[in-house]
């Protein structure tokens, strides 16, 4: 199997014509000083340990950033961060996304500094209006506002538009306008017994311990052989 390159770190570069010195960073020409200066070198280095602590993003000065932009970057960090150890994605990814497309689509070009808890209730109640329950509600505002987190640790808005997003309190039953969400009932035992002549043994015993135990499948799926003597 070939082994994979690094990623290329861009070089710093001469303007001919000014003598400066740049690195162009996301397609974007960044000037250091002139060349021919010991600090313009410390400079470059500098800007390119940021940029790659940045995950190879430029910085963007906390006013300029819009909101389109840090759930774009969100997404990049996501796409790492939503995989197990077997590099599997996760369900949590699509529920990041089903989150974040109502702000995406109405608040989309809003600086992220200016984002604020009347933002934050005009997108839940555009999620109201749609139709889901209650509680995935409180569970997408739940996300959304750990979007938020993430950009002020990574220092892409003030600390503090995350946290007068928290003064927003969950939906409470009965003093909303949202549906309540409907009980998972339990599956009709002659619909269970009819898929026993389609599965394989070892399926249907999975299936006979999950009726005794009420244990989820992927619990009972990772279970051992060697596991039974420690019952």
Not at 100 to 118: D, N, S, T, Y
Request: aromatic share 6%.
């Amino acid at each position: 199997m070939p082994v994979k390159k690094p990623p290329r770190i861009p070089k710093l570069r001469t303007h001919k014509a000014t003598g400066q010195g740049y690195v162009v960073l996301n397609g974007q020409a960044i000037y250091l000083g002139r060349a021919s200066l010991p600090e313009t070198e410390r400079r470059y280095h500098q800007v390119i340990a940021e940029w790659l602590a940045n995950d190879r993003q430029s910085r963007v000065a906390p006013e300029q950033f819009t909101v389109k932009e840090f759930i774009a970057r969100y997404w990049l960090y996501a796409q790492k961060d939503s995989r197990d150890l077997e590099g599997n994605v996760s369900r949590e990814r699509k529920n990041i996304r089903d989150a974040v497309r109502p702000v995406r689509e109405r608040l989309a070009m809003m600086p992220a500094a200016k984002f604020g808890p009347r933002a934050l209730r005009t997108v839940r109640q555009k999620m109201i209006d749609a139709g889901p329950c209650r509680r995935n509600i409180n569970c997408r505002i739940g996300r959304i506002k750990r979007v938020f987190r993430w950009a002020a640790s990574e220092e892409l808005i003030p600390g503090e538009v995350y946290h007068a997003l928290l003064s927003v309190e969950d939906l409470r039953r009965g003093r909303c306008e949202a549906n309540e969400c409907q009980p998972v009932r339990p599956v009709p035992d002659a619909h269970v017994g009819g898929i026993k002549p389609l599965v394989s043994r070892q399926v249907w015993a999975i299936i006979e311990l999950q009726r005794s135990t009420g244990a989820r499948p992927g619990e009972i799926a990772i279970i051992r052989p060697i596991d039974g003597g420690a019952v």
